[in-house]
Structure formats: C-alpha cells, structure tokens
C-alpha cells in the first residue's frame, strides 16, 4: 500500500541534501523565496571535503538563506557499510570501475534520509537532474527510508539549464563562482570522478591538465600493504587506527605516480549508456592487491563463489538497490570468507601504472610442503595421479564410448 504523501506548504520545514554548488543553491533561495519553506540543509562528507571547504559551504547555506545547516562526518560510516564489502569483493564495474561515485551517493542518501527523520521535516529535497543515476538512488532510498516524506527536486521537475539557474540567482542578489569549470570533479574517499567534453562522446581521452591529481614522483616505489582478515591495517611499518586513515595516507602516494586513471564505459539506470573520468590510485591498488592475497590462502570454490556474488553485489550496489536484504547476505558471505585472508602483499609503484611482486602469509596455500607447480610433488605419487585422473574424467569417458558406439 502506498503511504500518503504529505501535502507540503508554505513554513513546513523541508530538509536538502546541500553541496554548496549551483543547484543545491538554485534549491535553496527557490524553496525560500519563491515556495516559502523553512530550509535545512545538510552536507554528507564522504572524504571529499577539507575542514576549510565545510566551513566555506556552511557559512554559503547561511548567506542564501537556510534556517539551520548541519555537516555529517559520514566517512568511517562509509567505509564500514560499504567499501568494506567492495574491498572484500574485489568490485571493479566492467572490471574497470571501483564504483567511487555510485557507491558514495548511497552513503549519502542514507544519511540524508536519518536527517530528514530526526528533523521530523515535511519533505525532503535533493538537487539532481533528470539525465543520470543520482536521481534514482536518491529517490529509491528515500522511499524505503521515509515513505512518508515528499521528495522536492526543483531542478529535475522544471528541467532547468545552467543558465536558468544562474540568471534567477544573480536577480536575488548571490555572489558564488558561475563560471562553468570545463571538467566536472566528484571527489570522495574511494576515488575521484571526472567528466568533460571527452566522455560525452565514444572517443576520447582526458588531458592531463584535466586530471585532479598531477604527476609528481618519478622512478619506482615498493609498498607493502599487510591486510588482517580482509582489512587493510597497515602499509610498510605505519599502523592506522582505521582503513579509512590507510586509504588516504596511500592514496597521497600512489596518487602523485597518476596511478588508478581510466575512462569507465557503462550502462545507466535508466538505461542509457556513459563514459566518465576517474582517478582512483588507492583503491586500485587495494583491491588489486587484496585480490592477490586471496588468490593465494582461498580454495578454488570460495575465489568462484566470491567472483559470482561480487559482481552481483556490484552491479546491485549500483543502481541503488543497497537496502535489498539479499545485500546483507551477500556481506554475510563476504566478510565469512575473509576469515583467512591476512598477509602481506608487496607492491611496485610506477608512473602511470603498478605491480604486484608477491605476497607473505601464514595462510598461503601454495606452499612447497605440498609441491611445487611444474616440478615436483611430495605429497601423492605418479599412480596416484594416474587413478585419480582415470575416475575424475569417467562419467565423461562413458558419454563418449556409448555416443561412439550408436555411431
């Protein structure tokens, strides 16, 4: 049964998802000046913003006229009800993509929404467009989360351009930066998106000037990067409190060799396809590494099994469906099969790309106690293959002998 939508008037308090950029602006003066809502808005870092940019977005949201602005420190939050999983999945979209932006709208929304419910406020409002994924995580959350919450998104429902937006601000009087960027820059704690006029067609590479984070080191760099069950807790002989300080601190490392830079090619909620830029240098490394070490302390059917929900978790995660239930039973899974996966994996650092050299664990399945691939065994013999290779291919080498005997 659908929950009847409350009928949102003039003084109702309404809560905004508020970034500080042009539409959450737009949103802002239009909600006050025009609709005469009482406005709170609220940011959600997900490690995207310095102390210095939250300040400056604060006192922004007061200057347009918000009743109270409230900012969320959501980043271990983050981490912990999301990247932990991708991390443990070994999630690249297209095996490209490490879901920087998706991912990080849903943390986001999620907060949002606890927000709304605490402020007990009439509706709730967000400012996407009608042309991308954001509008439908949010809208999806915010149904599940607050049924009974109307959800305002001014931009999407009078399909505003830029300039609509920048000619009503300008007649209230807001002085903000208008002057377009050429590259549209998302950061956060799992990567840092880009788009420009590169992705909007099917070729095309973004300029180096485009890229975020420039190339500073030069010649080669070896990590080691040590994971207790799945969790990265350390890289080379600094220990961090939490993954969320390791991912930063290697992030300023492998981010100054331009590692992690892509271009991702995928399909849209809404059923279009699209390109965009990111750069990413510790998540790739992580997950590259992580995926290392479980090649080498999992058995065969738990790497299988891993892969095959991953990507399901993946693709799910990105179209917004993180309150699915089958979601926890695929993190069940995940953080099960970590039980084993702690070592050390050693990693090359170069411009533009990386290597893995190895790994140490205590849990490494390739062992020489057992044999060595290519050389020797010592722990069966040769007629123990021959045996072993006659029965495990028997039922097939009775289909062939009666197929061949009706021939």
């Known amino acids: 049964m659908a929950t009847e939508l409350h009928q949102v008037k003039a003084g109702d308090k309404v809560v905004l998802g508020f970034s500080g950029g ?10 006050t000046d025009e609709k005469g809502y009482e406005v709170h808005s609220v940011i959600v870092n997900t490690g995207g913003f310095s102390e210095e940019e939250l300040k400056n977005i604060e006192a922004h949201a007061y200057n347009l006229g918000v009743k109270t602005h409230t900012t969320i420190d959501a980043v271990q939050s983050y981490y912990d009800s999301i990247i932990k999983y991708l991390i443990y ?19 986001q929304a999620l907060h949002i929404a606890e927000h709304a419910k605490k402020m007990n406020a009439a509706a709730v409002v967000h400012g996407s467009t009608g042309a991308g994924n954001d509008q439908v995580r949010f809208d999806m959350v915010f149904h599940i989360m607050i049924p009974g919450v109307t959800i305002i998104t001014p931009i999407r429902d009078m399909q505003l351009s830029r300039e609509d937006e920048i000619a009503y601000l300008k007649s209230k009087g807001v002085t903000m930066n208008f002057e377009k960027a050429a590259y549209s820059i998302n950061k956060g704690l799992w990567g840092t998106s880009v788009g420009g006029k590169e992705t909007l067609t099917s070729k095309g590479m973004l300029p180096e000037s485009a890229w975020p984070t420039q190339v500073t080191a030069t010649g080669t760099e070896e990590l080691s990067l040590h994971f207790e069950k799945g969790v990265l807790t350390m890289i080379n002989d600094k220990r961090f409190d939490h993954p969320t300080k390791a991912i930063q601190y290697l992030q300023t490392i492998a981010g100054a060799y331009g590692i992690g830079r892509d271009i991702h090619v995928g399909d849209t909620i809404i059923g279009i396809k699209g390109r965009v ?19 080498h302390v999992l058995t065969k059917w738990q790497l299988n099994w891993k892969d095959q929900l991953a990507q399901f978790y993946g693709n799910w995660l990105h179209e917004g469906q993180i309150m699915d239930p089958v979601m926890r039973d695929i993190e069940a899974f995940l953080e099960n099969a970590q039980e084993n996966v702690t070592g050390t994996v050693f990693v090359q650092l170069h411009p533009y790309r990386f290597t893995v050299i190895g790994i140490e664990s205590a849990f490494d399945l390739m062992s020489s106690k057992f044999g060595k691939y290519g050389e020797m065994n010592s722990g069966w013999s040769g007629e123990d293959v021959r045996g072993f290779s006659k029965i495990f291919g028997n039922q097939t080498s009775i289909y062939h002998s009666i197929k061949n005997s009706q021939s």
Request: overall charge positive.
């Open 89 to 107: 999945g070994n999630v690249l979209k297209n095996n490209t993509y490490p879901l920087s932006v998706s991912a990080e709208r849903l943390s």
């Open 22 to 31: 042009l539409d959450t602006s737009y949103c802002v003066k239009y909600l």
């Open 277 to 295: 830029g990111f750069e990413a240098a510790a998540p790739m490394v992580i997950l590259k590494a992580h995926h290392a070490l479980e090649k």
